[in-house]
C-alpha cells in the first residue's frame, strides 16, 4: 500500500512539471526565487525516489505556482 502512495506522490510532482515544460535544472533555479536550496541531481534523487517529504512537496508546488491539484485525477 505505501507503494501506491509512493508512485502517486512522484506522478503528481512529474506530472505538474511535465504540465509547465519544466526540467530539474529549472525546477532547481525556481527553487533557488524562493529560498529553497536544491540542485538538479538532488532534486531527480528525491522525486524518482518518491520519499520526500510533504514539505518538500509544499515548496516545489509554491515555486512551480500551484495552488490547488486535484488528487481524483492522478492514476499510477
Known sequence: MATDYIKKAKT???TELVKRDIDYPELAD???KIG??????NLSNKIN???FSFIFVLQVFEALGIDNIDLKGVKV
Open 36 to 41: 529553497i536550496d536544491e540542485n538538479r541531481n
Open 30 to 32: 525556481m527553487m533557488q
Open 49 to 51: 525516489r518518491g520519499t
Open 12 to 14: 503528481i510532482i512529474k
